[in-house]
Structures are given as C-alpha cells and as structure tokens.
C-alpha cells in the first residue's frame, strides 16, 4: 500500500512564524499536491508538483510557498504565518501506473494564533 | 471550469437505514469520478470510482453509477451501519493530473 506520511498530526504556531509541513511518500510517486481543509469549503488545492524541482500554482497559492528537492518529500511553506492560515493541511500523491487515484496523508491541524 | 457539487449536510439516519448523498458534477471532458471517505482524525481515502459513462463503482456496500445524461454521480447504500459515520466527498478528474472535490457530506449513524 501506498504510504503518505506528514511530519506533524497537530501543530500551533505564532502569527509572523514561518511555517514548514512535510509530507513523504514511499511508493515513488510522480504527483504530488498539497490541500487545505475548511468547513464547507471542501478541500482546496493550494500547490501541486509533477516532478522534483516542478511546482505548479493551485487554486489559493496565495501566502504559501512549496519545495520539491526529492522525488519522495513535498514541503508547503507558510513564509510568515497568519491567523486565516489556520486549517487542515492534507498532503497527497497521484501515480502515473495507478489510473487517477489519490493517496491521501493522515493530515495537519494547523492553529496559527 | 470543472465543478462538483453534493449535497449538504449533516445527514443523521439510524442504523440499518438506506443512504443517499447526491453529487452531480461540471466537467468539459469526459471525467472520471470517484467517492472519497474520511473517517474521524484521518485522512481521506478512497471508497469507490467510475471512469466512464454508465460504470458502477462499489465497496463496503457502496454504489455509484456514472450518469452522463443527467451529470451525476449519487452514493447509495442500503443499510448504513455505526462505522459508516464520516465525511464524504464527491470528486472528479478530467485530466488524470488535477482533482476537483466537493464540499463534504457528514454522516452520523446512530444505534
């Protein structure tokens, strides 16, 4: 099975704080994107990358940043944290052999106070 | 642009109860669909998924069938249980590369 990891379940930080989440995957995956979760907003794509070193601007880019150094890790960046930052953060992976399926990470509770 | 829409929540049914949660969808292409499930604290994996006009997706009790005449793509299951309680989400993927999710149904299943 696919596995989706993120460095961190819960996280706090301070507004001003820049911001680092982690997300990995294991099965060699060339995809990979990253999510924001809102009540009734669904979920939101923010950034996405096809290759290590490719980024690709999502819905609501704005305030992030990503990094994309190795195939297998996927960074989101919030270079200076604000409050209407504070969501859940799901990372997720799409691989070229497995027809348009995602694989989602367990997520991060991100509270920016 | 492409677009889902499902059904707002929250729905409450009792256990053994049937369970419907509508999505109908705005695609340009020819999408593939899919129903995505989160249970509490976790995150979201997949529960079922069509690629082509008039397929049925099923698991655990699931169905969705693929309606291109009227957009939609609506999850059933004759007889929910306690464990079904969770959120789900209707999505669609036109170009294989980028998903497009609605906003969440939550189901609570009550005993």
């Known amino acids: 099975d696919v596995k989706v990891t993120q460095s961190s379940r819960y996280l706090v930080k301070r507004t001003g704080e820049k911001v680092f989440l982690e997300c990995v995957q294991d099965?060699?995956?060339?995809?990979m994107f990253w999510y924001r979760q809102d009540p009734g907003l669904g979920l939101r794509l923010i950034y996405f990358?096809?290759?290590?070193?490719?980024?690709e601007k999502g819905d609501i880019p704005e305030g992030y940043s990503v990094s994309r150094e190795k195939k297998e890790r996927f960074s989101l960046i919030l270079e200076s944290a604000s409050t209407n930052q504070t969501s859940m953060y799901l990372c997720?992976?799409?691989?070229?052999?497995?027809?348009?399926?995602?694989?989602f990470g367990p997520g991060t509770r991100l509270t920016v106070l | 642009g492409d677009s889902v829409t499902q059904m707002e929540g929250p729905v409450t049914l009792s256990e053994e109860a049937f369970l419907t949660i509508n999505c109908t969808y705005t695609?340009?292409?020819?999408?593939?669909l899919f129903w995505y499930v989160q249970y509490p604290g976790e995150g979201l994996q997949l529960l079922l998924k069509?690629?082509?006009?008039?397929d049925k997706g099923s698991n655990k009790g699931f169905e969705a069938t693929y309606r291109k005449e009227t957009t939609s793509f609506h999850l059933e299951k004759g007889s929910v249980q306690v464990s079904d309680s969770a959120v789900y989400f209707c999505?669609?993927?036109?170009?294989?590369?980028?998903?497009?999710f609605g906003t969440g149904t939550s189901l609570t299943v009550i005993p």
């Open positions: 069509a690629t082509k006009a008039d």
């Open positions: 695609a340009t292409g020819y999408p593939s």
């Open positions: 099965m060699d995956h060339e995809n």
């Open positions: 997720a992976t799409l691989g070229y052999l497995i027809v348009n399926e995602q694989f």
């Open positions: 990358s096809y290759d290590v070193k490719m980024k």
């Open positions: 999505a669609l993927s036109d170009t294989g590369n980028q998903f497009y």
